[in-house]
Nanobody, 135 residues
Framework: QLQLVESGGGLVQPGGSLRLSCAAS????????VGWFRQAPGKGREGVSC????????YYGDSVTGRFTISRDNAKNTVYLQMNSLQPEDTATYYC????????????????????????????WGQGIQVTVSS
């Protein structure tokens, strides 16, 4: 059974850091694109970051660029999201998701990023984990 489990969330003060983990079971992540998404109360689900399957290219939403880093450990079948300089507006439920994405040859990086950060392109989701940034 394909399963994704997030961990590492919690309460942190503004300016602090957290590292989220997304552990997979029932399948190997190394050929899948894995995305991190978040949803704050009353808002839609937002693409935060994504790492591609083959090649491991990384992509970030504008609001987290320069602060968040996505990485993959294939030996542990886990994808991480290192979140630094957290701000209250980062407060949300964070989800990881996996998908087998196949951008067409010649797609620009911008087009691939848009595909990788679109929640509708992902069919396998974790249960979500809360991140709260507050003093």
């Amino acid at each position: 059974q394909l399963q994704l489990v997030e961990s590492g969330g919690g309460l942190v003060q503004p300016g602090g850091s957290l590292r989220l983990s997304c552990a997979a079971s029932g399948f190997t992540l190394d050929t899948y694109a894995v995305g991190w998404f978040r949803q704050a109360p009353g808002k839609g689900r937002e693409g935060v970051s994504c790492i591609s399957g083959i090649g491991g290219s990384t992509y970030y939403g504008d609001s987290v660029t320069g602060r968040f880093t996505i990485s993959r450990d294939n030996a542990k079948n886990t994808v991480y999201l290192q979140m630094n300089s957290l701000q209250p507006e980062d407060t949300a439920t964070y989800y990881c998701a996996a998908a087998f994405l196949s951008p067409a040859p010649g797609w620009s990086r911008q087009a691939i990023q848009a595909m990788c950060l679109l929640p509708n392109n992902f069919g396998s989701w974790g249960q979500g984990i809360q991140v709260t940034v507050s003093s």
